[in-house]
């Protein structure tokens, strides 16, 4: 652990969307120092204009003197680099999702066993989100009594980036729409029902875009508390969205739109129902709508946070990959048309 006044030297693998939008709250975080990058765009070592190294690859990446390691890199990538990390003595970071499938993340489990000092934590942003953040303050709290079901829908227009072939292809992907997004929704529901769901129903199906990944996953599932869940994740919206409703005993939580930096979910709001035997089926409903996104950077205090404490990882622990890792690819088996065409393994 560095102390004093001396940072922490960063390094990111992959300097794509992802790359760059961490890459600006590390620059903003007054205990790192983003030292280097690496893509495969930069064909030589050179610098971006503010003097960080820009490398090739990962290897190279880690020859560099760094004391983290944020993996935005493809997903079929993303558990070897992270694994590299672990090994050079590296706290790392790794975005969503944590590889192509199960297998990946116990890799990288079995890795991070043999580490115990370093921290590994997964970008589940949506976690951080004030909206959820919200929802989850008023679910434990239990004012609005204990959650009955959940209804989700979170989908594009079409699987992000097409010109990206390696996301079209389920030996690199490991999925499509369910897998690249849809896990967001899928870990919220985890979280924010605090159960795991153990009876899967679903439909998945490649129909409209005909890629080797799903551009659709229509799923039931029920937990272990008996809460019953619905969640549509889709590649074939008209727009995106991204909408989450919570019924309770005595009321609901809605949440709908999600503030980005593109803004194509439109506006972020919690609106929470309270339910009364006199509200004659018209109940008092407050809606809350969200400016500023502040979630990376929250999401990045936490994880420094838990380097400088020694804090165990609570959001977006290796437990939480491989729970929704697990669940996701749950849905994936559960249509046995998709799971005998496909060859996927049941969890």
């Not at 090739?56 to 390691?69: E, F, V």
């Not at 996301?167 to 899928?186: F, P």
């Not at 799923?219 to 991204?242: D, N, P, Q």
């Not at 979910?265 to 009364?276: H, L, M, R």
Request: glycine share 6%.
């Amino acid at each position: 652990m560095l102390m004093g006044g001396k940072k922490f030297n960063v390094g990111i693998a992959g300097y794509g969307s992802a790359g760059k939008i961490r890459s600006q709250f590390i620059k903003s975080h007054p205990q790192l120092n983003l030292l280097a990058v690496c893509d495969k765009i930069f064909k030589n070592k050179t610098n971006l204009s503010d003097g960080t190294i820009c490398l090739n690859n990962y290897q190279q990446l880690l020859q560099q003197p760094l004391d983290i390691l944020f993996v935005c890199i493809h997903n079929y990538l993303a558990p070897e680099v992270t694994i590299a990390g672990l090994e050079k003595g590296l706290h790392v970071f790794c975005e969503k999702p944590p590889g192509r499938d199960i297998r990946d993340v116990m890799k990288v489990i079995e890795c991070e066993q043999k580490h115990p000092k370093q921290k590994l934590m997964y970008g589940f942003n949506h976690r951080y989100h004030d909206s959820v953040k919200e929802a989850q303050k008023i679910i434990q709290g239990e004012e609005l009594g204990k959650i009955i079901n959940m209804r989700g829908v979170y989908g594009k227009s079409k699987i992000i980036r097409f010109d990206s072939e390696w996301r079209t292809k389920r030996s690199m992907a490991g999925g499509g729409i369910l897998l690249d997004q849809g896990i967001h929704m899928v870990d919220l529901m985890r979280m924010l029902a605090c159960t795991e769901f153990t009876n899967v129903y679903s439909f998945i199906s490649n129909n409209f875009w005909n890629h080797d990944v799903e551009d659709n996953a229509y799923v039931l599932m029920r937990s272990e508390k008996g809460i019953i869940a619905m969640l549509h994740s889709s590649a074939t919206e008209w727009r995106h969205r991204f909408n989450l409703e919570i019924t309770l005993e005595r009321g609901a939580i809605i949440l709908a739109g999600l503030l980005t930096s593109t803004k194509s979910y439109g506006a972020e709001t919690i609106t929470v129902v309270y339910a009364s035997e006199n509200d004659a089926t018209d109940p008092r409903e407050v809606t809350i709508r969200y400016n500023e996104d502040n979630s990376w950077k929250e999401e990045i205090d936490d994880f420094v946070n838990n380097i400088l404490m020694d804090n165990k990882v609570t959001h977006g622990s290796s437990y939480d990959a491989l729970k929704t890792m697990e669940l996701v690819y749950r849905i994936y088996c559960a249509d046995s048309i998709w799971q005998e065409a496909f060859n996927i393994q049941r969890p």
